[in-house]
């Protein structure tokens, strides 16, 4: 279920690439770059879904950026304190064996949320209804993606190593989210187009793990016919 979700949001995602390419000769670099950035703060959520919140909300309080009027809560410091603790609870799961494959499931609607709520924030547009549409389908559509990916990778890392290795997951995810999010502010077009890449990447694995089961189960229900 969780596979099949992540290739319907992955559809959405190309579909909408697909437009703004289409429009990409007729709007200025500021509206580019603001998508970019959505797209990258977004996908980044799917690695750990407060630190975004908090690096936004660091860059919001500090001047870094700019959040449409309705977002500036993120910049306050009574929000900036919750993704603060939010984030030490949610590394430090994620260091317990197995109990962080519980968090994957926990974190998937969060992290699209997130995704919806980062995308949403930056979003270049002057309709209310318009942002958070979009803010669903590219900014939750991409978190989901980069979420099942992670989750995947971990589930994998629990069978062959019965959880003793995956730290080495959840570091590598913990400090992705920090980098890739603080890039996403500076450099917001080059992570975007990281973050399109690696999410192709997964949904491609995906598919054709889904392709995979789908033959065996096949095989067997020849055999069983036998």
């Not at 500076?186 to 598919?207: D, Q, S």
């Amino acid at each position: 279920m969780r596979s099949e979700t992540t290739i319907i949001f992955l559809i959405n995602n190309m579909i909408i690439a697909a437009s703004l390419l289409k429009i990409a000769s007729e709007v200025n670099i500021e509206t580019i770059s603001a998508i970019a950035l959505g797209i990258g703060l977004s996908a980044s959520t799917g690695f750990r879904v407060f630190v975004p919140l908090l690096v936004v909300g660091l860059a919001s309080h500090f001047g870094f950026l700019v959040l449409d009027d309705a977002f500036i809560w993120m910049g306050s410091t009574p929000a900036l304190l919750c993704f603060g603790v939010a984030v030490i609870g949610e590394v430090l799961t994620y260091y317990i064996p197995f109990i962080d494959n519980v968090m994957d499931s926990i974190e998937m609607p969060l992290s699209i949320a997130a995704g919806t709520l980062l995308m949403t924030s930056v979003f270049p547009s002057d309709s209310e209804w318009m942002k958070w549409v979009m803010g669903f389908i590219i900014g939750g559509g991409a978190a989901a993606t980069i979420q099942s990916g992670s989750a995947i990778s971990r589930l994998m890392s629990s069978k062959i190593t019965a959880g003793t290795g995956n730290w080495v997951f959840s570091t590598t995810e913990g400090v992705s989210a920090i980098i890739l999010s603080t890039l996403a502010i500076i450099a917001p077009i080059f992570v975007a187009i990281l973050m399109v890449v690696l999410i192709v990447v997964i949904l491609r694995i995906v598919y054709y793990k889904l392709l995979r089961k789908k033959k065996k189960q096949a095989i067997r229900e020849v055999e069983d016919m036998e």
